[in-house]
């Protein structure tokens, strides 16, 4: 703490997050550091739980305090009622969307941990991760899923332009059909095979037949 302290020069607190009342009990308990006679430092930490935290149950008033619902999720996540908690926090999220409401997402995974809650969790947000954009969490999947289809539409999209050039090049006429065929194939091995093709066929429409 004091070291944050000095580095950032900002006032650093020590959040606990708890699960259940004896935990947070003990957890609420200052840290002295220093001698017996002596205490240098004392850390008073701010203890979340399922006492003093209350569960939210209504995706309007969870969307108008995200961190306090995500929190409220994390300290019942031993609580019967932790499905509704966590359906509630999820359509919360939905409706704001945008990058806030993924990385509270990503955040509410990471602290339920590996458990049935975070099965749960993932299962919520599977059925509604088109509304995210977005380590190992299911946001992240999301996420790099979506570069890795930029990226194949990218060169899917560059090769096509290639075979238009080389007919370009060679003087081939390309018909509108011909050239709506190549320009909205997405296979790269198809568009291999044509670029492969377009350097030697007298028509374009030769470009899709064999031999």
Not at 161 to 190: A, H, N, Q, S, Y
Request: proline fraction near 7%; hydrophobic fraction near 45%; charge should be negative.
């Amino acid at each position: 703490m004091a070291h944050l302290y000095a580095k950032y020069e900002l006032p650093p607190i020590l959040l606990v997050v708890c699960q259940d009342k004896g935990t947070a009990s003990w957890a609420a308990n200052p840290i002295r550091i220093g001698l017996p006679v002596h205490t240098s430092v004392a850390v008073f930490p701010l203890v979340l739980g399922p006492d003093n935290l209350p569960a939210i149950i209504d995706p309007d008033e969870a969307a108008q305090d995200l961190p306090l619902s995500v929190f409220s999720a994390l300290t019942h996540a031993k609580d019967p009622a932790l499905p509704a908690i966590l359906e509630t926090l999820a359509t919360a999220l939905a409706n704001v969307g945008g990058e806030t409401a993924a990385d509270w997402a990503e955040f509410t995974e990471i602290g339920l941990g590996n458990t049935q809650a975070c099965a749960l969790w993932r299962h919520l947000m599977t059925m509604r991760a088109s509304r995210f954009p977005g380590s190992g969490t299911l946001i992240e999947e999301t996420r790099l899923k979506g570069l890795a289809e930029g990226r194949a539409e990218g060169e899917a999209r560059s090769r096509a332009e290639d075979i238009l050039r080389i007919f370009t090049l060679r003087g081939i006429d390309v018909p509108e059909p011909v050239r709506e065929r190549i320009t909205t194939c997405t296979d790269l091995d198809t568009l291999g095979t044509w670029f492969d093709r377009s350097l030697t066929v007298s028509a374009a429409e030769d470009l899709f037949t064999a031999g």
